[in-house]
């Protein structure tokens, strides 16, 4: 017993010290994908109106028109894609998901300019497994998870320990699950 | 000598197969390839019907990528727009970009248990803080227009049709 306790504490310590960045990143990207409804954890999102006298009706000179707006509320070499939702509506598309509507019947318009959020951006592109070589490190993460789960259960002897303090602890924390399941599911 | 004139030959041989095999694989992705048909967007939904389950090639700008689940894209053009969706996340660095897209075509079937259902779900996420009174009241008056349209044509059911993955291409 007393051989498995230091091992628990070595395994716990060192691991735990190795998969900190790890454990940040899911935590912090959680929170912000927990709530997608209430904001965009990737971009922060700035609009800006406009009025233009540019003509940007559907004719074949439509596309120097566009240039020649962007130059007057962004910069022509932003330029990506451009289509009208209908006959009223001209949506331009920038470089890094910025986009532009003009209503090309009154000339009003409304940019829509989105910048990466810093840490954010990336945490999530991570938690979302862009490939396998992350895929399989985030397994292993799973699995020092559950690793810790364990090697707590060893760590601490007496009343703060699993038979103690630690035991309820323990128990609060899988009847709580277990509440939502038999009310929610 | 006659060992290194026969491994040469054996060499040449599987070379020779590998070839063969290669330009028989090529000729029959061009034969696929040409076989699969092109529908515009301004004429997928007319026509989706008659090839439900078939490999279709489609082509627009991806207006957005679902910012939730990241699997669902909206392909648009001045003429109609379709949506994509696929069992890996889309790059969202695809918006604003002009796309072929390869993908089958998928008939969703929108009838009175379907609303029902809908509705049910809508209660649900409602009551649980999962969608905001605006979302709430857009989705009801999403589900009003379904039972509109059916009465309106006179049927029992709505066909949606939407595209799911295959492959894609950036048109430069």
């Known amino acids: 017993m007393k051989n498995l306790r230091k091992w628990s504490r070595i395994l716990h310590r060192d691991i735990g010290f190795f998969f900190i960045g790890t454990t940040l990143i899911y935590a912090i990207s959680g929170i912000a994908l927990n709530h997608l409804s209430d904001w965009n954890p990737n971009y922060s999102v700035e609009n800006k109106n406009f009025t233009t006298e540019i003509n940007l ?8 028109n566009i240039l020649l707006l962007l130059d007057e509320v962004d910069n022509k070499e932003n330029y990506k894609q451009h289509y009208y939702p209908n006959a009223q509506n001209l949506k331009i598309f920038l470089k890094g998901g910025s986009s532009i509507m003009v209503n090309v019947k ?13 840490v954010f951006y990336e945490a999530n592109y991570l938690h979302y497994n862009p490939n396998k070589i992350w ?5 292993i993460f799973a699995g020092a998870l559950i690793l810790f ?9 007496g009343k703060k320990g699993v038979i103690g303090r630690g035991g309820i602890y323990l128990l609060l924390g899988i009847i709580i699950p277990i509440l939502f399941l038999v009310y929610y599911l | 000598m006659k060992k290194i004139v026969f491994v040469l030959v054996m060499a040449l041989a599987v070379i020779s197969c590998k070839t063969d095999d290669k330009k028989a694989e090529e000729a029959k992705k061009t034969v696929e390839t040409a076989e699969i048909p092109f529908l515009a967007l301004g004429e997928f939904d007319a026509k989706a019907g008659e090839f439900v389950n078939k490999e279709v090639k489609v082509q627009g700008i991806v207006d957005h990528v679902c910012k939730h689940s990241g699997k669902k894209i909206l392909l648009v053009s001045d003429e109609g727009d379709i949506h994509i969706t696929a069992e890996e996340r889309f790059d969202a660095a695809l918006t604003g970009s002009e796309i072929a897209f390869n993908g089958i075509v998928v008939e969703e ?3 009175e248990s379907y609303c029902l259902k ?11 803080g999962a969608s905001n009174e605006e979302q709430f009241e857009a989705k009801k008056k999403h589900i009003q227009s379904y039972r ?3 009465i309106a044509e006179n049927t029992d059911h ?12 950036v048109v430069e």
């Open chain 1, 149 to 157: 789960s364990i090697t707590s259960l060893f760590m601490i002897k």
């Open chain 2, 118 to 128: 809908m509705e049910e779900d809508n209660i649900k996420s409602h009551s649980e």
């Open chain 2, 148 to 150: 509109d349209q059916m």
């Open chain 2, 109 to 111: 079937r929108i009838d």
């Open chain 2, 158 to 169: 709505i066909s949606l049709y939407t595209l799911k993955y295959v492959s894609h291409s």
């Open chain 1, 57 to 64: 009706e559907n004719n074949a000179s439509v596309k120097n």
């Open chain 1, 135 to 139: 895929m399989w490190f985030s397994d």
């Open chain 1, 106 to 118: 009154n000339g009003t318009g409304r940019s829509e300019y989105l910048k990466k959020r810093l």
